[in-house]
């Protein structure tokens, strides 16, 4: 089921408090019928979700078309970025009066809220995909094993995912070493750049991966117990994976579709092999839940814990619609 959603030159004025959800293929997900849920849930009742449909990599023009709607539009509350998140950013730096240290050092924003100083640049993936990590990822993981992370896509998840699993306080519990591939090189040696600003000393290699053979490499060179994730938005917001059906994932690792939607090649493929290699398999839905509860909160200022009843509620009042 889709639902109703608009573009750059659709936008038109809210008449009740309204979130937008600016992606790709936003009247499939889950979001839409969810939101509702959670809306008579934390009290905000009468709020409206809005998808807002954009090409990959769309012209600038349109990612400042809906942000500059959004701030000057009274009952437009803010956005959660997917996808974009990276070349939004790019695009409509000047118009966000501040932003977060977190959205500054990564070049990216997957959060718009406003407040009375103006529109507010938000990066909340490094906290959503962090609790998300920590839900499927046993503490000690990494020190126990020596085991590596491979994430495939170089954008705005990738960014907050290795800064999470890189960060210097988790002490020896990091990846041993930490690999990123993705097909253009514009987007990893952007990536690069942030790492440089990170002052980690976790090593980090970059693959250029235009076709499936050289992120199948990649997985092959990991270490046992490593971390495979599909952050490409392959088999959500485009068809397939960006792995072949031959790639073989670590015995003992760990496999992560951050899609919880779509055809799912990728979670397929490490499902046929679950038993085999004895690999943990996650979807994206403890990342979807995070991400949009992160976001709400922010938009709206109201309190959404991370952990705990409230937030198990909020969890099975989306299991419903799933």
């Not at 962090?130 to 085991?147: K, Q, S, V, Y």
């Not at 015995?251 to 038993?275: K, M, P, S, T």
Request: glycine share 10%; aromatic share 8%.
């Amino acid at each position: 089921m889709s639902f109703p959603v608009m573009t750059s030159t659709t936008l038109r004025p809210a008449e009740a408090p309204t979130l937008y959800f600016i992606g790709v293929t936003t009247g499939r997900s889950s979001i839409q019928k969810v939101f509702p849920r959670w809306a008579g849930r934390l009290g905000l009742d009468g709020a409206r979700l809005q998808g807002v449909d954009l090409p990959l990599h769309a012209d600038p023009g349109e990612y400042r078309r809906v942000v500059e709607f959004i701030a000057s539009d009274e009952l437009s509350m803010g956005a959660l970025v997917t996808t974009h998140k990276i070349d939004l950013y790019r695009a409509c730096a000047d118009l966000f009066d501040i932003v977060d240290p977190h959205a500054k050092m990564m070049g990216e924003t997957s959060c718009l809220s406003k407040s009375e100083l103006g529109l507010v640049a938000h990066a909340k993936d490094p906290i959503s995909s962090g609790l998300a990590l920590d839900a499927f990822i046993p503490a000690g993981h990494w020190a126990a094993t020596g085991a590596e992370a491979l994430s495939m896509g170089a954008g705005g998840s990738t960014i907050a995912i290795t800064w999470y699993l890189s960060r210097p306080e988790r002490g020896a519990d990091r990846p041993s070493r930490i690999v990123v591939t993705n097909r253009s090189q514009e987007r990893l040696d952007h990536l690069r750049a942030v790492h440089e600003r990170l002052g980690t000393d976790t090593p980090f290699d970059y693959v250029l991966a235009p076709e499936t053979p050289r992120n199948d490499a990649a997985v092959a060179a990991l270490a046992p117990g490593s971390l495979v994730v599909n952050a490409t938005g392959l088999g959500k917001d485009a068809p397939g994976s960006p792995l072949g059906d031959a790639a073989r994932f670590p015995r003992g690792g760990l496999a992560w579709d951050l899609n919880y939607r779509g055809d799912l090649v990728f979670l397929r493929q490490a499902r046929a092999q679950r038993e085999e290699r004895d690999l943990h398999v996650e979807d994206g839905w403890t990342y979807f839940l995070h991400g949009w509860t992160q976001v709400i909160a922010e938009v709206f200022h109201i309190a959404i814990p991370e952990t705990g009843p409230e937030f198990d509620t909020l969890s099975e009042l989306a299991q419903a619609t799933r």
